[in-house]
């Protein structure tokens, strides 16, 4: 067997082939980040599917460029591009103003956008920039685009969480970062916010027709990742047969989207298998770190996060 053949083989233990053949034709999604990596793919698999799919991109130029491309790989794909920066209100609210001006319903808001263990800046707005555009920007958004999905109920909410929010700590005594700011630290912090964020919305939302789901795609091969340094770029090398496409990236993302929501737990976070020796070998329903799952935590973070914001949620 090749080199390549024993690689696949090692691949095939950890990761499942899931698939779906669900359609979801008449109906629109926005999902953000998706120029590239697990957004485009995550996008493209869904304008497959007969949605109409808005690519929410910072950069208009890759988003057209990208939908460009969905639109030559999909027969039939509807997608567009429109600019979003997280790292600024005054774009958020531009966004969502040109949602609710072209579009009567929206069914699928997944906030897959996010920047990982970078140096030090700030948002437009003055915040941190990981906390800022991981857990408040995509916070902000959801607020506004709310309305909207209430309207065109059933609709759903996902947000990009990852496994490393086990690792993380909500700082309310420092959320600017201007005390200690560490990388990884405040990527941790952010994801761990995602978590609890998507824990209070499914608790707001209940009753409501509105659901929210947090997911960890794992490890992908994105450009998320070009911030990490050594030793964690040698032992990312060794495991690299690991290491997802940003397509095997998209299925839990995906399957969060499309499986009936009566087989799914409003609120929770989900994560497909990577054990061989697990029973189950598909996406599935995970259990949250502590500080995830703590209710205390997840009301003070949504509190903060409308006061930093200054809005009333």
């Given at each position: ?22 359609r ?8 953000t ?13 869904l ?11 910072r ?14 790989e ?26 609710y ?18 140096p ?10 990981q ?6 920007g ?7 685009l709310?309305d909207?999905?209430?309207?065109s109920?059933?609709?759903r909410?996902?947000?990009l ?9 909500i700082?309310f005594?420092d ?9 990884v ?7 761990l ?15 409501l027709?509105v ?14 990742i ?7 770029v ?6 690299r047969?690991?290491i ?6 998209a ?11 009566e ?6 976070f989900y ?8 029973s189950?070998?598909d ?12 209710e205390?935590?997840?009301?003070k973070?949504?509190?903060v ?9």
């Open positions: 067997m090749s080199k390549a053949g024993e690689m696949q083989g090692l691949r095939s233990l950890f990761y499942p082939n899931w698939s779906s053949d669900v979801l034709d008449g109906k629109t999604a926005v999902v980040g998706a120029n590239t990596g697990l957004g485009k793919e995550t996008a493209k698999d304008a497959g599917r007969g949605a109409r799919v808005i690519l929410a991109c950069d208009t130029a890759r988003g057209e460029e990208a939908a460009r491309h969905i639109v030559r999909v027969k039939g794909a509807k997608v567009v591009a429109r600019q979003l920066d997280l790292a600024d209100t005054r774009s958020i609210c531009r966004f969502a103003e040109s949602v001006s072209t579009e009567k319903a929206l069914h699928y808001l997944i906030n897959n956008a996010g920047v990982a263990i970078c030090y800046a700030t948002t437009a707005d003055g915040f941190e920039l906390f800022g555009v991981n857990h408040l995509h916070f902000f958004l959801t607020f506004l709310l909207l999905l209430k309207h109920a059933p609709s909410v996902i947000n969480s990852s496994c490393s929010h086990a690792m993380g700590k700082h005594d959320l600017s970062g201007e005390k200690r700011y560490h990388p630290k405040a990527y941790v912090q952010s994801k916010a995602n978590v609890l964020f998507t824990r209070e919305l499914g608790r707001r939302t209940k009753g027709g659901t929210a789901y947090a997911v960890d795609p794992g490890l992908v091969n994105t450009k998320i070009r911030h990490i340094k050594q030793p964690l040698d032992i990312i090398k060794t495991f047969f690991m997802k496409t940003p397509a095997e990236g299925y839990t993302t995906i399957y969060c989207t499309v499986t009936p929501a087989e799914l737990s409003n609120g929770g994560r497909c298998c990577m054990c061989p020796s697990s189950s070998r996406c599935a329903l995970a259990t949250p770190c502590n500080a995830g799952r703590d205390g935590t997840a009301l973070l949504w509190a996060s409308c006061h930093l914001l200054g809005i009333h949620w």
